[in-house]
């Protein structure tokens, strides 16, 4: 079966087939800065308290530039430019809905024009690896654009045959003000998540940016006015999420807020839609997936594949595989060969394409995972490699492998969001469901098996989101992504992550005769 790169999160080894054989242009390690203020109305603008926040090179730990900090003052503008670009009769309430598939599919053909440098730009801000920036980050926001893009007229209401004489119809009318706050650890990525069905079903945006990695992000919006998107349709503020979140979150006049981020913060959100308009809420929170390895599986394939599964953007994916459960029959093996593994993986200049891991995203999520690592430790896990800072300067951690790990650890039950493997051992199938279940995630799991059978007994008991079969971090911008318990509410992708931004009305009217 054909599968392109983009969808290929976690082969990191295709990754580099793909960059080979599509000569991926060599990046700008110093790529100019053009936007670092705040986007509204299709202009910058300084924020209303002249504040400014310094963005970090995580390689180096030295400051990129400074940018403009947004708070409640500035979400109120932009609200207000929101909605005034939402009125009754305004030209984007009166763009036609191929119109807004046309722009949108501007918008992804201007992101592939300077696609490689926006890849260079999220590599100094972010830290991940060039190669990858270019070759699936890139291709992953191009194609869930353009996804939809093309179901900006197509996704409509319907004719309803009510009893007695009546014509009745539903139409999918846009939300209205939508506020979306997004992470950090891919932010081109999520801008397109949310960008794209919201525009496409004819809302307005106010968009809040992580304070880390802005740079990415306000490129785009000047992409956004290039492409011809009328004023206040988006506005995108770069600024703290106690400020400019929490006012995003509670503001009377957004009509609905989506958030990916951590579990913590998306209980405050969700409290503080409910304490002001009960605005709709879609969150995407953290997680502690499962990732299940039984006997019979391919033990070399499976060790390379729960590799990419943990490592993949240094550890700060929401649904990375973080609790590896190996059958204990091959438990051993699996584990010296994921050792090997890791000490192979190369760290280092995530310019440079023979590095597989840059440095985390700043300073406090990097003493955060020394921490855990410190705790892993204490708490009587068996670290087998790793566990170090790998540079004299910048974020960079040592790949990181603990054996014996027990459920009840904190490295077992909390999100370290870094590059940090555990190993624990399970005897059945019905032990390790109820084990990975036992948790107060749902976000994804894997299960690795060539047994057709054990696999679906396996994915359909696991209380997650998402299950991968023999492969792990497959996305499609067809397919819908979310979480179960407190790993969040809604959908985002596919045509499931449209419903979110439409409100469905229902329209009756009566009629002297109705006919078949």
Known sequence: MLQSVFCRLSRIPRVRRYSAAAAIPAPSTQPDIHFNKIFINNEWHDAVSKKTFPTINPTTGEIICQVAEGDKA?????????????????????????????LLNRLADLIERDKAYLASLETLDNGKPYHIAYAVDLDLVIKC????????????????????????YTRHEPVGVCGQIIPWNFPLAMQSWKLGPALATGNVVVMK?????????????????????????????????????????????????????????????????????????????????PNIILSDADVSFAVEEAHTALFFNQGQCCCAGTRTYVQEAIYDQFVEQSVERAKRRTVGDPFDAKNEQGPQVDEEQFNKILGYISTGKKEGAKLLCGGEVAADRGYFIQPTVFGDVKDEMRIAREEIFGPV???????????????????????????????????????????????????????????????????????????????AYTEVKTVTTKVLQKNS
Not at 78 to 102: E, I, M, N, Q
Not at 230 to 246: Q, R
């Open 74 to 102: 500035d979400v109120e503008k932009a609200v207000k430019a929101a909605k005034d670009a939402f009125k009754l009769g305004s030209p984007w309430r009166l763009t036609d809905a191929s119109a807004r598939g046309f």
């Open 145 to 168: 654009i353009r996804y939809y893009a093309g179901w900006a007229d197509k996704y409509h209401g319907k004719t309803i045959p009510i009893d007695g004489d009546y014509f009745c």
């Open 209 to 289: 940016l992580a304070e880390q990695t802005p740079l990415t992000a306000l490129y785009v919006a000047n992409l956004i006015k290039e492409a011809g998107f009328p004023p206040g349709v988006v506005n995108i503020i770069p600024g703290y999420g106690p400020s400019a979140g929490a006012a995003i979150a509670a503001h009377m006049d957004v009509d609905k807020v989506a958030f990916t981020g951590s579990t913590e913060v998306g209980h405050l959100i969700q409290q503080a839609a409910g304490k002001s308009n009960l605005k709709k809420v879609t969150l995407e929170l953290g997680g502690k997936s």
């Open 421 to 499: 493997m555990q190993i624990l051992k399970f005897k059945t199938l019905e032990e390790v469901i109820e084990r990975a279940n036992d948790t107060k995630y749902g976000l994804a799991a894997a299960v690795f098996t060539n047994d057709i059978n054990k696999a679906h007994y396996i994915s359909h008991g696991l209380r997650v989101g998402t299950v991968w079969i023999n492969c792990y971090d497959i996305f499609g911008a067809q397919a819908p992504f979310g979480g179960y318990k407190a790993s969040g509410n809604g959908r985002e992708l596919g045509e499931d992550g449209l419903a």
